[in-house]
């Protein structure tokens, strides 16, 4: 079953001042507002007495025996199929063999067996139980216990489920999990599912992330970037649907995430469209390329700006296989570091040399509303012309070529 543990607003970890909505706010007791930054770090470290009661105390207690026993209805049809296979009855050991593969191996109902595993992420917990719900229920009351009378926190009744993991799901980190059981999967003549813990993507989450791109239940287009650049366009609809589809890679349902593409990919195209009062058929031609997967070839939309001596800038979407990878990672790009620069008018101003005279000195600066302001070439003054040079509205002056500007007297000679 799964059991979430509720965010620890009881817990008396934090006595600093805070801001909820742009209201300074003091906490006595808590760690703040739920999805805050450091919110993981306290709730790991407030939580770690529920790690060693868990480990020390309730999977000692709760699990017992190496492996259940044999099924002895199981292997008594398993005899009689062999019984019939030396007689040579072809039909009889068909029906012993359906009947064999509905049948378990083992007495899942065996009482001395039982195993309890448990995984905790922040104030997110997932216990597993192979045993009966009764048991189930005494050890979410321990569990509820435990953090109330050490931890001073309390479940969550809205998260806090006993869940049959074969029948329903469990909500856990963004997915669904539940135990495989397929009694017609064959492999190597035998079941290879049955018992198999697997990872699903929920419809739910399916349809919040399209709502996203949609208005009246279609695809629409996104107004904020109509004046991004091609590129950018798609580069930012490229890494939203590249980072939903890393994490759900690991879920043996990924294919429902096509859906979610077929929606981003037409509203980008749509934004497109609007933007260069096209259609969306004509985009998709203009932008339609193929990119190189461990599955092959793969279609996708891209974008380029070519660049002299540099790379060119690239924005995709798309291009990624919806295929199962057990062992996926997030392999996304890694952002080149940012060189946050001055001004260049801020540079210009330390620098204290007069862009006119060249004399360093205390330094102003000079501004035009826009650059038609200068006049035409051959009727301005040598400082409009290095102005109009530089295509620049301002000019770094000393305060004497400041005065000549404005008093129109003769200024000194330019130094380049």
Same mark, same amino acid.
């Given at each position: 079953?799964?059991?979430?543990?509720?965010?620890?607003?009881?817990?008396?970890?934090?006595?600093?001042?805070?801001?909820?909505?742009?209201?300074?706010?003091?906490?006595?007791?808590?760690?703040?507002? *739920? &999805?805050?930054?450091? !919110?993981?770090?306290?709730?790991?470290? =407030?939580?770690?007495?529920?790690?060693? =009661?868990?480990?020390?105390?309730?999977?000692?207690?709760?699990?017992? #025996?190496?492996?259940?026993?044999?099924?002895?209805?199981?292997?008594?049809?398993?005899?009689?199929?062999?019984?019939?296979?030396?007689?040579?009855?072809?039909?009889?050991?068909?029906?012993?063999?359906?009947?064999?593969? !509905?049948?378990?191996?083992?007495?899942?109902?065996?009482?001395?067996?039982?195993?309890?595993?448990?995984?905790? =992420?922040?104030?997110?917990?997932?216990?597993? @139980?192979?045993?009966?719900?009764?048991?189930?229920?005494?050890?979410?009351?321990?569990?509820?216990? @435990?953090?109330?009378?050490?931890?001073?926190?309390?479940?969550?009744?809205?998260?806090?489920?006993? +869940?049959?993991?074969?029948?329903?799901?469990?909500?856990?980190?963004? =997915?669904?999990?539940?135990?495989?059981?397929?009694?017609?999967?064959?492999?190597?003549?035998?079941?290879?599912?049955?018992?198999?813990?697997?990872?699903?993507?929920?419809?739910?989450?399916?349809?919040?992330?399209?709502?996203?791109?949609?208005?009246?239940?279609?695809?629409?287009?996104?107004?904020?970037?109509?004046?991004?650049?091609?590129?950018?366009?798609?580069?930012?609809? #490229?890494?939203?649907?590249?980072?939903?589809?890393?994490?759900?890679?690991?879920?043996?349902?990924? @294919?429902?995430?096509?859906?979610? *593409? %077929?929606?981003?990919?037409?509203?980008?195209?749509?934004?497109?469209?609007?933007?260069?009062? !096209?259609?969306?058929?004509?985009?998709?031609?203009?932008?339609?390329?193929?990119?190189?997967?461990?599955?092959?070839?793969?279609?996708?939309?891209?974008?380029?700006?070519?660049?002299? &001596?540099?790379?060119?800038?690239?924005? $995709?979407?798309?291009?990624?296989?919806?295929?199962?990878?057990?062992?996926?990672?997030?392999?996304?790009?890694?952002?080149?570091?940012?060189?946050? /620069?001055?001004?260049?008018?801020?540079?210009?101003?330390?620098?204290? $040399?007069?862009?006119?005279? #060249?004399?360093?000195?205390?330094?102003?600066?000079?501004?035009?509303? /826009?650059?038609?302001?200068?006049?035409?070439?051959?009727?301005?003054?040598? %400082?409009?012309?290095?102005?109009?040079?530089?295509?620049?509205?301002?000019?770094?002056?000393?305060?004497?070529?400041?005065?000549?500007?404005?008093?129109?007297?003769?200024?000194?000679?330019? +130094?380049?």
């Amino acid at each position: 079953g799964a059991s979430t543990v509720d965010h620890p607003q009881a817990a008396r970890v934090c006595r600093c001042g805070n801001v909820d909505d742009w209201t300074p706010v003091t906490y006595l007791s808590g760690i703040g507002p *739920q &999805g805050g930054v450091v !919110s993981p770090i306290l709730s790991n470290i =407030y939580l770690h007495k529920l790690d060693e =009661y868990v480990e020390t105390v309730l999977i000692p207690k709760y699990t017992r #025996g190496r492996v259940r026993k044999p099924n002895r209805a199981f292997y008594r049809v398993w005899a009689a199929m062999q019984r019939a296979r030396k007689r040579g009855d072809r039909t009889q050991l068909r029906e012993l063999r359906k009947q064999l593969r !509905s049948m378990p191996s083992m007495d899942t109902q065996d009482p001395g067996y039982r195993r309890l595993r448990y995984v905790r =992420y922040c104030d997110d917990t997932l216990l597993g @139980f192979a045993g009966p719900k009764a048991e189930a229920e005494e050890i979410k009351q321990q569990l509820a216990q @435990f953090l109330r009378d050490e931890l001073k926190l309390k479940l969550s009744p809205e998260k806090t489920l006993i +869940t049959h993991a074969r029948t329903q799901a469990a909500r856990f980190l963004g =997915y669904d999990i539940t135990v495989h059981h397929n009694d017609r999967k064959i492999t190597s003549g035998k079941r290879s599912v049955n018992g198999v813990i697997r990872l699903r993507v929920p419809r739910s989450v399916v349809s919040a992330k399209q709502a996203q791109y949609m208005e009246r239940g279609k695809p629409a287009r996104r107004p904020e970037l109509l004046n991004q650049d091609d590129h950018v366009i798609l580069s930012t609809y #490229g890494s939203e649907y590249r980072g939903i589809v890393q994490y759900y890679l690991l879920a043996g349902d990924v @294919f429902r995430l096509a859906r979610l *593409q %077929w929606v981003m990919e037409t509203s980008m195209l749509m934004t497109l469209a609007n933007k260069h009062r !096209s259609s969306v058929s004509k985009m998709a031609r203009k932008y339609a390329a193929t990119v190189e997967t461990p599955h092959g070839l793969r279609k996708c939309f891209e974008a380029r700006v070519e660049r002299t &001596g540099r790379k060119p800038l690239v924005g $995709r979407f798309g291009g990624i296989p919806l295929r199962r990878d057990k062992k996926t990672v997030i392999n996304d790009r890694r952002l080149a570091p940012v060189n946050t /620069k001055r001004k260049e008018l801020v540079t210009r101003l330390l620098a204290g $040399r007069c862009e006119s005279c #060249g004399r360093i000195d205390e330094v102003e600066v000079h501004h035009v509303a /826009k650059l038609a302001d200068l006049g035409r070439p051959g009727d301005r003054p040598p %400082w409009a012309d290095l102005m109009a040079a530089r295509h620049r509205k301002t000019l770094v002056v000393c305060g004497s070529c400041h005065a000549a500007i404005h008093g129109k007297k003769p200024a000194p000679a330019l +130094t380049e």
